[in-house]
């Protein structure tokens, strides 16, 4: 999410497409009955997104195992500032900082 939630906003910015970046991905996979929402009953995965930070992407800064980034150099629009699995924090500005892992999810058979 560090450099992919970032690059997906800054093309998407200012057309309207937040839903196709929140809850749409989950359903196109066949588990918006799980993921995609904030609501009772679901897994309470989210991202806190500032949406007005600016950033150049430096590959060598990234915490990915390849660094080689097409985006290397670029401007983007949009930080990843927390995220939450399960409810619990597991990444905060830059570090992993515990909790829970995550779990392989199959596509429900139709």
């Known amino acids: 999410l560090e450099l992919l939630l970032p690059a997906s906003w800054t093309a998407a910015h200012g057309l309207g ?3 196709a970046l929140t809850a749409r991905p989950a359903d196109l996979v066949g588990l918006g009955h799980r993921k995609g929402r904030i609501a ?3 897994d309470a995965d989210f991202v806190l997104f500032d949406t007005e930070a600016e950033w150049t992407v ?3 800064a990234l ?6 980034t097409p985006y290397d150099g670029q401007r ?3 930080r990843v500032d ?5 409810g619990r924090l ?6 992993l900082v515990g909790g ?3 779990t392989t999810l199959e596509r429900p058979r139709r």
């Open 76 to 78: 983007l629009r949009g």
């Open 100 to 102: 829970p892992r995550g």
């Open 58 to 60: 430096d590959a060598t």
């Open 90 to 95: 597991v990444y905060e500005r830059g570090s």
């Open 63 to 68: 915490r990915h195992r390849h660094k080689p």
């Open 40 to 42: 009772a009953g679901l």
């Open 17 to 19: 497409l937040l839903h």
């Open 82 to 86: 927390a995220t939450y699995l399960r």
